[in-house]
């Protein structure tokens, strides 16, 4: 299994950017998948997650709700995180996770991660 992200940068408040996580060693498809972040001094930190095949069920952190959306494209082996609206609190190293078991919700094997700082 690897997953490797990309797309991390540095961006103005009020800004958007994108983030991809490519997968590979595994049937992608099949597996939910989620992104986390952790912030300098603080623990990491789940922000989004999408369900298995079709990617019909959601969910968010109360801080990114209405900011963040997360996507997958099975065809690619990816799933995305598109940030918009960009705070200075978003600033962090962004993480994608293999998700193992969505109730009660746990996941596996990380990626190396991409950092995303958001400052003027």
């Known amino acids: 299994v690897q997953l490797v992200e990309s797309g991390g940068g540095l961006v103005q408040p009020g800004g958007s950017l994108r983030l991809s996580c490519a997968a590979s060693g595994f049937t992608f498809s099949s597996y939910a998948m989620s992104w986390y972040r952790q912030a300098p001094g603080k623990e990491r930190e789940l922000v989004a997650a999408?369900?298995?095949?079709?990617?019909?069920?959601?969910n968010y952190a109360d801080s990114v709700k209405g900011r963040f959306t997360i996507s997958r494209e099975n065809a690619k082996h990816t799933v995305y995180l598109q940030m918009d609206s960009l705070k200075p609190d978003d600033t962090a190293v962004y993480y994608c996770r293999r998700v193992v078991a969505w109730i009660p919700f746990r996941g596996d094997y990380w990626g190396q991660g991409t950092q995303v700082t958001v400052s003027s």
């Open positions: 999408i369900s298995w095949h079709g990617g019909s069920t959601r």
